[in-house]
């Protein structure tokens, strides 16, 4: 057995040999230089890799620094914006970063909403987006209520305070105040220069009584109807509800037989007094329940400790008497309510929100949190408590 490897190489003829060497080493190199360019392809793709994913995370990281301060996403857009109007894609905007010089903050934001601030806003920048911006946004509701003894840190009296309202009042955040003065100044040049505030900071014990006046004036002048299922709360809708002639005894009409009242449920001859009905369903009504009128007042008042006032970051502005639903789509609120997010103000309790707030919607109650915020609260649609709680 040991000798037919040997007799194989001897019958092997020797011309042979040589060429099948050749043959194998020309496959060997064959073999190398495809390993070899399969290598530098390999090499190549993972230099490309990494040079991609650095990139990317450098983008990442551009992306969160300017995110963590006003002023830097303001930088950030100005470069965006620096380009031609077309130039909107985010790659273009985060390649101009390094190279092109950073506008003012304020002409970046101005890009990035598409308008022009009319008033000037060298001094109101640092208010209207200050650089602790996240300390204005939280919520005060009775999930997160203030305690009875919280008072804001610094107040100043409110620049645009209608001086016939109670002194108490009057104050408001020193930010949100100068911020406020911007709004309203920018207002007034759109010819809505009537606006002042009503109410600003309220102390737990001044909401106290605001929210014990409600509840004692609802509960003595307004109805529920059974059978219609609902309150009537009579200083807003006092045509809700009708005074008619009816029998003293059963509230049923009466007809007049021969010159008498006849009550068509008695069936009797009845006496007639004068009672409140249901202007729908001509049903009698009654007084609520203080667990009736307590829901209800808590639908446009809250309780002490749960006021988002007593933060001194909001404000009731308008220019009537009063703050109630006359001043809904009047051309100032609406004005207020599309440009208040350019000045770090929300419409807090905005129409068909009630079932996220609480609040039926109050077109004269704006709250400060920052531009920043109150802009992306205002392009979402997001209510102040979703956009904390999301
Ligand atoms: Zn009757
Ligand atoms: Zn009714
Ligand atoms: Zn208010």
Not at 176 to 186: C, D, I, V
Not at 215 to 222: E, G, P, Y
């Amino acid at each position: 057995m040991a000798t037919q490897p040997q007799r194989r190489s001897g019958n092997t003829p020797q011309g042979r040999a040589p060429q099948r060497r050749k043959k194998k080493t020309k496959l060997n190199y064959l073999n190398i230089a495809i390993a070899l360019i399969i290598c530098c392809m390999v090499i190549a793709t993972v230099l490309i890799c990494l040079l991609v994913g650095c990139d990317d995370e450098g983008a990442q990281e551009s992306i969160a620094e300017s995110s963590t301060t006003a002023s830097e996403s303001g930088k950030d857009e100005s470069s965006a914006v620096s380009n031609p109007p077309e130039s909107s894609a985010p790659e273009q905007s985060s390649q101009a970063e390094s190279s092109q010089i950073p506008l003012d903050p304020t002409e970046a934001y101005e890009q990035y909403i598409g308008v022009e601030y009319m008033v000037d806003m060298t001094d109101y920048e640092q208010y209207v987006c200050p650089e602790n911006e996240s300390e204005f946004v939280f919520v005060v509701n009775p999930k997160h209520p203030l305690g009875s003894d919280y008072v804001p840190p610094n107040l100043v009296k409110c620049t645009y305070f209608r001086e016939t309202q109670p002194a108490s009042w009057s104050k408001m955040d020193a930010t949100a105040n100068k911020a406020l003065e911007a709004f309203l100044q920018e207002a007034a040049y759109y010819g809505f220069d009537d606006i002042t505030v009503t109410s600003a900071y309220r102390s737990y014990n001044s909401q106290a009584s605001i929210y014990q006046r409600y509840f004692d004036n609802d509960i003595k002048q307004d109805y529920v109807c059974d059978t219609c299922s609902e309150y009537f709360d009579i200083s807003y809708f006092p045509e809700k509800v009708v005074k008619e002639k009816r029998c003293n005894a059963c509230f049923g009409v009466c007809t007049e037989v021969d010159g008498e009242k006849f009550c068509e449920s008695c069936m009797s001859v009845a006496d007639e007094a004068v009672i409140a009905v249901c202007a729908k369903c001509k049903n009698a009504v009654r007084r609520p329940t203080e667990a009736e009128t307590e829901a209800h007042v808590l639908t446009y008042s809250t309780k002490p400790g749960t006021s988002e006032h007593q933060s001194g970051l909001c404000c009731d502005m308008h220019n009537l008497s009063n703050s109630t639903s006359a001043f809904d789509n009047t051309p100032e609120a609406l004005w207020l309510a599309a440009n208040a997010h350019r000045f770090g103000f929300i419409l807090r309790y905005p129409p068909n929100t009630q079932h996220i707030t609480g609040i039926k919607h109050e077109s004269w109650h704006f709250r400060y949190v920052g531009r920043t915020a109150a802009t992306e609260m205002y392009e979402k649609g997001l209510t102040l408590d979703e956009y904390c709680e999301g």
